[in-house]
Structures are given as structure tokens and as C-alpha cells.
């Protein structure tokens, strides 16, 4: 029976099949994520895999259900397996956000979902860091968010010659637009134009343009002059301030996508152009208000930064660990007759913090200490009787081979990672 | 808008609600399991948490279909969310075990979901530390489980006085049902009856009991006996060479409700009898070869550790510590001209591994103390400039309140956790 499509397995390294995925890179990822955020004084939220449809139909109307994987329940509930996590936050924040001080300075790695058709190696889910700080209007509050995203990157060993944040701003384009167009219901159909422009044909863009009454060469110039608003100076002299000035460029090229931006959005691109954007977000200072039906009204902003485009970048890149089982500890049992003390041996240096693997059944001396090394095991430690009938522990460094014999309180105490 | 019925929100602590779980306490109680399991040198897994529903009806038959989070999707295929984790477990071991030296020895933290008529307080999910080793017949399998289960418990700081394990067998059961009962085919129905044997009256376990042709004295007389069986046997000596003989014993009432366990079962319970089982497992020796059609044949052991109870039990001992952000350094900017280089300062000290928070806008020095207070931070760090114009940083302790004035450099080397 298989798995389904579009989903992953995650297997421990090293992997069995290039269909598969690695567990440890996968915690190696969440393990960075929280650190860095925790460094920036973030607190950790979760909530439901899945949550009503109307969350999502609320926010980007009834044409996003097409990409959703929504279902039915037994309930006769609309439900859908969450596609992204901002209106979840701002569930939670708007039923609770009177007990927490403002500014809210929250993340999460939530798997997120989609149902498209399914196409070959294309995935059905994902896992995303979520950051947002929320109740703060100050573009303090931007360079804050943008300044984690640039240190979370640089966590893994990632450079400016690897990645730029390109920054940008959906008022600078809303004001583009309204200057030159008067029909402001169409402004979210020009921004989806802007999005596209990278990725289009130029004569499809100019001909969408066209109807807005724009022409491509006057979008082109704009982007092009790529001239900072006073908001983007002020981010950049924040960034700048904390030693961050490379790390990010202006480029109105990006608008992102989603409706519900209304102030600075910014995306992460690898700088050699190879893969799809690692991250991007913005401010969507209306959203908790809608979600909440006009109860709660909170300036916000926030990024997703997925798991499968980072994998990519960091493996082209050389940056992934390989990965084992880290034991510190493979414990030889030659004599069976000191088995018991060998698992008193294993039991307490496991008690002191220390990783140790065994061989669960008698076993030839020469296979047991195979089986260390294939695992890496860090050393090997062997319970032996001295004449006088005392038991000492024969402990040996698999890097260096250097021997040496201690009392079996003397291993604890040397392997204690206490 | 709210969340589903039996889904819970996780809110950092101190929670805002009753209603509300905490991300904290859960990330603590991952972090233990994640942790232990390493130390007993198992690799962690995951897969999907659907899964197409035949996974499941495979193994337990169409009437397991009630209980389960099921649905159709777009595309007409019968989807589950994930129950339990074993059949995934199976399937992903079938798919590869060739690439994995026996016996593996895999655990994963999955979140789990079923679909019961919704009672108040009732969970639709939760989530569960599953271990599992695959490939060993040898009994020394099943104790090298039940000692790491044992220690898991034993990592959030409950003692033999708080939980016992309730060890049994599946066999031995067998064994009492075909030495007197020729009707092979019924052995699921009779251990049905003593799975429910400390739930239900004793007048309607007779009842049924006699249907089969038992009496309710004979079981309680062999549960009351509680004769060790030679495997048991092995397994306790094995435990008390481990020094954790104080925290098993034989007791024949635990049988385990799932058709699929073939020998060893077991479930830990605290000792005052509160709570329902924290955990339980045991052997399935027949289920990756049912999962894989008869193409993987592997003897197997495991357990299920859920979060729920767990978390009940370490709040009524009182052993969940208070969580709070775990801010190393605020930084107080009460000079608005030196709020660039705290700026840096703060970067600094992030970059080396140090948890910082800072006002992002301007406030009040007393307003930002305060705010420091608040959140817990162990220190302040306030930049300076002296008279003869260069910076310097003073760091004060919050609980000791002792202050030192030092470089920014010293302050970053200071706080260092690289």
C-alpha cells in the first residue's frame, strides 16, 4: 500500500530511496527555526490542522477553495486542512489578545496543505516557520520581523552571496496606481499583474496593463529607478544599524500575491536566481479585524518561510549535515555472563544524559563492534572482571583508538552530559 | 470565528484561558520524548497524517470506521486521518526495511485524530510519542521498550511512587482461552471481555463470560495469581539488572483492546488510579507482513504515549515548570541618539546565541523596566556613552541586582551561549 500522492514520508538518514525524505534534515530545520526565533524573544503558538472553510473563504472569497484541500465531515461541517497560518493567528489572537502585551511577537511551524491537481513531485503539503508580531504600527516593528527572517537564514550558514531579501511596498505600488487610475476596485487586479511580471511573456503583461490604462515601459522605469519610499529608508536604516545592509535590496518587482497586504511585503531569493522565493511576507494591518468580524482591530505583520525550497537551496549549497543516530556510547557485551551489568552500565550512563546503543541479543565480539562503527558511535565501552573480581569498564575512543580502563562510576561521571 | 469542536488552540503560557492548551508545556513534554528516545539510540520518523483509509480498515476490520476522522476527497479517494501510527509505521518499513540494519529502533511524535460524537471536553486529537523496534523476536527487545518507556516517565520527574507499569501478556491470555475454549475464532470476543473487566459491572462480564463458557471467578482467580509466565519472567529480570524493578508488575488485567498484539502487552498507570492509562503497547508480530501483503514478514514491538493524560498527571503532581519567554537581556534604549548601536547591540548579542528583547518604539525608561520585569528577563543592558565618548554597556541582574559596566564586546562575549 502507498502512501498519498503528494505527500512525504520521512525516513532517518542515511535514506533509503530518493522518493523520500530525511526526518533529520526536517528537525534539523525546526530545530534552527525556533532557536533563532527564541533568540528574538518570540513565543511559540499552534493551533488545528484543520479549521472552518468560511476562515479562509472570509478572507480571499470563494476562488480560493479551488486550491484548498476542503472536505466535507461527518458533521455535514465545510472544513479545510489549513493552507497557510495567518488567519489562525489571527483567530487566536482576536479571541485572546487582551492577556498579552503589545507588541505580540509569535511564531509557529504549522504543515499547511493544498489540493491542486496533482502534477509529478508536486506536493500537497509542506511545513512553514510563521513569525508575526502583531499591535505594533512602527516600521521598528518591519525591520524586527525582516531582521529575524535575515538571521534565521544566516543560521544555516547562508550568506549574502546566497540570498537578498528584495523589499518592497504595496503602498508605494497603491499610490502608483491610484495616481494614474481612478477605478481603486481594480487596484488588487493591477497588483496581480505586478506579481506575474517576472514570470510572464512582457506582451501578455502589457496587454493586461493596457486595459488598466498602464503601459509596461512606465511600470518598467518605476521598478527599474527602484527609488526607496521614506518607509523602506527607514527599514533599511534599521537593518543597516544592526549590520544587516547587505542582506537586502529594494525592488519593486515584488507585490505579493495574496489580497490581504496593505504595507511593506518583502521576499527571500536565493542571489543565483535557481529556485522559488524561500520566504516573504508583509504587513496586513486589516486582516484581524475581518477575521474577528470588527471586534479586534490590530496593525500586523508576519512571514512564511517553507521547508522544501530551503531544503533545495541548502543541499546545492552544501550546508546539510549528514546525520546518524549521535551515539556517544555503543556498549560491547562479549561475556554474557556480565549482560546484567552491562545493563546497569547502559542504564546509568542513559541516565546521565548520554546516548548509548547496544546489541539486544548475544552477538560475535567482531559484529558488535562492526555495528558501532556503521552507527558512529563515538566510543565503545566493555564491562570487563579484573582478576581481583572487580568490574572495570574498557572504554575506547573510535576517532583517536585511545584506550582507557576506569571504574563503571568513573564512565558515568565522564560521559555525564548533565 | 472559533475553532473545531475536540481541536485545541496552544497559546503561549501564562494562558489567556481556561479553554486554551499550552504551546509551551507541549514543546517541554516533545522536547523530554525527543530527547529520552535519543539517549535509547532510536530515530525519529514521521509520515503523512492522512493516510487512504484501507490503511486502516486492512487491519482492524470496517467497523473501525466509526471511529475514525474519515472523508472523501476531491478526488474520490477514501481519506483518514491518521488514528494511530503503527499502520503507517508498517507500510514505511515495508517500503524500505532492506536499507535499515535490524533491529531498527524508530519512535515519531505524530498528532492523531478520531471522530467521535463530540462530548464536551472530548478531543478530537492529540498527540503521541510512539517507539517502536522492528526486526527482534528476542524478549530483550520488549524490556530495552518498556525501560525506555519507564524513563521517559521517569524524565519529567515522576517516581515509582507516582506510575507502575502494568505488564502482561497477550500468550499467556491464549494460552488460558485455548486450553479451554475449542472455538479459536472467538479468542478477539473473550479478550474484548477482559479488556473491559475493570470498567465494567462484574454481573454483565459474567454474563458474557459464561456465553464462551468461562466463569468470572476462574479469570479473577488466574488475574489474581498473577503467576509470572516464563517470558514475563525474562522481562522482569531483565528490568531489575536495569535497577527499574520498582516500576513494573505483572497484572493480567491489562490485555490491550486492539486485535493486532501477539505476545508482551503493557500500559502505564499512576498509582492513585486517577487518570486513565498514560501509555501502552506491546507485540505485533503479524502486521507488517499484513501491511505489506505478505511481501515483509518482521516480528515488531511498540508504544503509544499520549500527551493528554500526561499533561493531567504532571499538573496535579505539580511537576510542569512556569514557563515565560527565557529573555537572557533587555535591552533598555532610553537615549533615543543611541538607539542604532543598541540596535547592534542587540544583534551582537542575538548573533552569539543570546535570547534579547528591547522596546521597538520609544517609551519611558520606567515603562520599559517594567517591561523587563514583566517578561523575566534575567538581565538588563542599558548602552552609555561615558565622557570621553565611547560606549559602554551597563548590565544589571534582575535577581541578584548586581550591575557591572563593561564593553559592548565584553557584554556580547558575556552572554555567549556558543
Redesign the interface.
Known amino acids: ?4 500522492p503528494g ?6 538518514e ?1 535514506l ?2 530518493s522518493d ?1 525524505w530525511s ?2 534534515a ?2 534539523y530545520i525546526f530545530d534552527k527555526w525556533r532557536a533563532v526565533a ?4 518570540f ?10 472553510l ?2 479562509y473563504t ?1 478572507k480571499s472569497g470563494d476562488e480560493i477553495v479551488g486550491q484548498l ?7 455535514q ?1 465545510e ?1 479545510a ?1 489549513r493552507p497557510e497560518m495567518t488567519p489562525t493567528l489571527a ?2 489572537v482576536a ?2 489578545e ?4 503589545k ?1 505580540i ?2 511564531f509557529a511551524i504549522p ?1 499547511l496543505f493544498r ?1 491542486e491537481r ?1 502534477q509529478k513531485g508536486r506536493l500537497r ?1 509542506h511545513f512553514q516557520f510563521n513569525a508575526d ?1 502583531i499591535g ?1 504600527n ?1 516600521l ?2 518591519d525591520a ?1 520581523l525582516i ?1 529575524l527572517l535575515i ?1 534565521t537564514l544566516r543560521s544555516f550558514g547562508l550568506t549574502s552571496k546566497d540570498f537578498v531579501i528584495r523589499l518592497s511596498s504595496r503602498n508605494a505600488w497603491q499610490d502608483f496606481f491610484n495616481q494614474r487610475c481612478p477605478d481603486t476596485a481594480r487596484a488588487y487586479e493591477f497588483y496581480q499583474i505586478i506579481d506575474k511580471l517576472e514570470r510572464e511573456q512582457p506582451t501578455a503583461s502589457s496587454e493586461k496593463l493596457a486595459k488598466l490604462g498602464f503601459s509596461l515601459d512606465e511600470i518598467n522605469s518605476f521598478i527599474n529607478a527602484g527609488t526607496p519610499t521614506p518607509e523602506l529608508e527607514s527599514i533599511l ?2 537593518l543597516a ?4 545592509k547587505d542582506f537586502v535590496k529594494v525592488d519593486y518587482h515584488v507585490i505579493r500575491g495574496l489580497a490581504y497586504y496593505t504595507g511593506v511585503v518583502f521576499e527571500a531569493f536565493d542571489q543565483q536566481g535557481e529556485f522559488r522565493a524561500i520566504a516573504g511576507g508583509g504587513r496586513y494591518d486589516n486582516l484581524i479585524k475581518l ?3 470588527g471586534k479586534v482591530d490590530l496593525p500586523a505583520l508576519g512571514f512564511g518561510f517553507g521547508d522544501v525550497v530551503l531544503l533545495e537551496l541548502l543541499r546545492a549549497r552544501d550546508l546539510l549535515p549528514k546525520f546518524d ?3 556517544d556510547v555503543f556498549v560491547l557485551i562479549e561475556d554474557e555472563t556480565l ?3 552491562s ?2 552500565l ?3 550512563l ?2 546521565a ?5 547496544y546489541s ?2 548475544p552477538a560475535k565480539p567482531d559484529k558488535q563492534f562492526k ?1 558501532a562503527q ?2 558512529k558511535a563515538a566510543h565503545t565501552a566493555k564491562l570487563e572482571r579484573n582478576p581481583s573480581g572487580e568490574l572495570t569498564v574498557k572504554i575506547r575512543n573510535l576517532q583517536t583508538r585511545a584506550e582507557q580502563t576506569v571504574t563503571p562510576a568513573q564512565a558515568v561521571l565522564q560521559f555525564s552530559r548533565k
Open positions: 500500500m502507498d502512501r498519498l505527500f512525504r514520508d520521512f525516513y532517518p542515511p533509503p530511496h523520500v526526518a533529520d526536517r528537525q527564541r533568540r528574538y524573544g513565543r511559540e503558538y499552534d493551533g488545528p490542522p484543520l479549521e472552518p468560511e476562515l472570509l484541500y476542503n472536505f466535507t465531515d461527518k458533521g461541517r472544513i486542512l483567530r487566536m479571541a485572546h487582551r492577556n498579552y502585551k507588541p511577537k509569535w504543515q489540493y496533482h503539503e508580531i505594533e512602527d521598528a516593528a524586527e531582521a538571521d536604516q534599521n544599524a544592526r549590520g544587516l477575521i474577528s468580524g543516530a549521535a551515539i549482560r546484567p551489568p545493563l546497569k547502559i542504564h546509568d542513559r541516565d544524559g548520554c546516548a548509548v546503543d539486544l541479543t555495528r556503521e552507527i
